[in-house]
């Protein structure tokens, strides 16, 4: 009779292990991104994707040498999005933006964590600078600059947190 229980048990267990993995693989970030450095400059959007499962925006920017780049950030779903005052309209190429992100590691032109002031109106989208969460979280703004990145680095306006509930992100 036990001997019946435990292979069923064993297959279920193996099942949701199996199933279940990818789920927590997909946020891993620790590996993806360089939380010791982020970037703070002048862009403008060359291209926005809104669409599962996150919300992309690529923008062009200078780095120190003044050569042109193209990066792009990640991130919330296109459902958080839209709760936090976001549409498929919110980007626009062309756009010129203050932007604050960290980069991933390496040479790879993609970051996360972004917040996002547009220069014509002093609009901001995107976060507050914290990434992550509970006790591993890291307040991006606290963060040195990416060497390549000094000299082009800009001031972001102090997030005085004056917008409807709706358009704050945590």
């Given at each position: 009779m036990t001997r019946k229980l435990v292979v069923p048990f064993f297959l279920i267990t193996l099942g949701f292990l199996t199933i279940g993995t990818p789920m927590f693989a997909h946020h891993g970030t620790a590996g993806v991104y360089d939380f010791t450095h982020r970037i703070t400059t002048k862009a403008t959007v060359t291209q926005y994707i809104w669409a599962n499962p996150h919300v992309q925006i690529y923008f062009s920017l200078k780095n120190d040498k003044g050569e042109e780049q193209t990066w792009g950030v990640e991130t919330v779903s296109p459902g958080n999005a839209l709760a936090n005052g976001w549409n498929k309209n919110s980007f626009k190429v062309g756009?010129?933006?203050?932007?604050?992100?960290?980069?991933?590691?390496?040479?790879?032109?993609?970051?996360?964590?972004?917040?996002?002031?547009?220069?014509?109106?002093?609009?901001?989208?995107?976060?507050?600078?914290?990434c992550g969460m509970g006790g591993s979280a890291v307040d991006a703004n606290?963060?040195?600059?990416?060497?390549?990145?000094?000299?082009?680095?800009?001031?972001?306006?102090?997030?005085?947190?004056?917008?409807?509930e709706s358009e704050q992100e945590n």
């Open positions: 756009d010129q933006l203050l932007v604050s992100f960290v980069p991933a590691k390496g040479d790879r032109t993609f970051g996360t964590c972004p917040q996002f002031v547009f220069v014509a109106d002093g609009h901001r989208l995107g976060g507050n600078g914290r606290a963060l040195p600059i990416k060497p390549g990145y000094t000299a082009v680095e800009v001031q972001m306006p102090k997030d005085d947190r004056k917008r409807p």
